[in-house]
C-alpha cells in the first residue's frame, strides 16, 4: 500500500539482520523538511546501520524507506541516493591533503564531475559566490589557501562537510562528528550545524551528551535496532529505560 508523508526521511518496520543477527528490529523513524534530530545509543543499537540503510549501503531485509515521500530508497543504489540529494559524513574526515582547502572544495562542487575539469576549467561566478557561502558556514574563510593537510583535526571535519554541502544535499547524515575536537571546536561544530540546518534537513549521531544538549533539537534513542525513546535530552534523560540500556553505563 503506497504511502502518504510529508517526511523528508519516513523509516518504517524496518529489519536488517547480518548472519542471524538482527542488526535492525522493526525500526520505525520519521525525520520532517528542515528537522534536525540527535540520534544516540549504546554501540551495537542499530545507528550505523540505520544510516547505512538510508545511504543504500545496505538492503534492509523487510520496511519502507522513503525520501521526501515518494523516493524508494531500498531500491537504489549509493550514487543514485546521493543524486537525489542525501550526504553522508563519516566519522573520520577523509579530505584531499596535498590541496588547498579551495579546490577541495571546488572538487566535490556538484557541477564538476572530474579532477582534470576542476583544476583546469576556470571558475564561473556562481561557482565562487557558491565556495565563499561554504567558507563562511564552515568558518574556513581564512584557511582557503591552505593545504587540507595542514588543518587541525576539527577543521578538517569542517571541510569535509563543506564538501558536502557543495554537492547541495537536502538531507545530511552526520556521523560523530566531533569525536576528538577540542572543547571550542565542539562548541563551533553545534554552531555549524545549527546554521547548516536552516536550509537543509540534518540528522546527527552522537554520542557526546553535552554537544546533543547543545544542538537543542529532538533526541532518538535506538537499543537493539528499535527506538525505545524520542524527545528533548532532558525527557529522554529521565527514561528509566534509557537510563538502564545507556545513559546509566
Known sequence: MPVETSAVLYLDGVDVSFDGFRALNGLSLVVEPGEMRAIIGPNGAGKTTMMDVVTGRTRPDSGTVLFAGV??????????????GIGRKFQRPTVFEMHTVWDNLLLALKQRRSVFRCLTA???AAERARLDEILGVTRLGDLRGLPAGILSHGQKQWLEIGMLLAQDPALLLVDEPVAGMTDSET?????LLRDINRTRSVVVVEHDMSF?????VRVTVLHEGSVI?????????ANERVVEVYLGR
Open 71 to 84: 523516493h524508494d530508497l531500498s531500491r537504489l543504489d549509493e550514487a543514485a541516493i546521493a543524486e537525489l
Open 122 to 124: 576556470r571558475t564561473t
Open 187 to 191: 562548541e563551533q561544530t553545534a554552531m
Open 212 to 216: 546533543v544538549r547543545a544542538l537543542g
Open 229 to 237: 525513546a524520542e524527545g528533548s535530552l532532558d525527557a529522554v534523560s
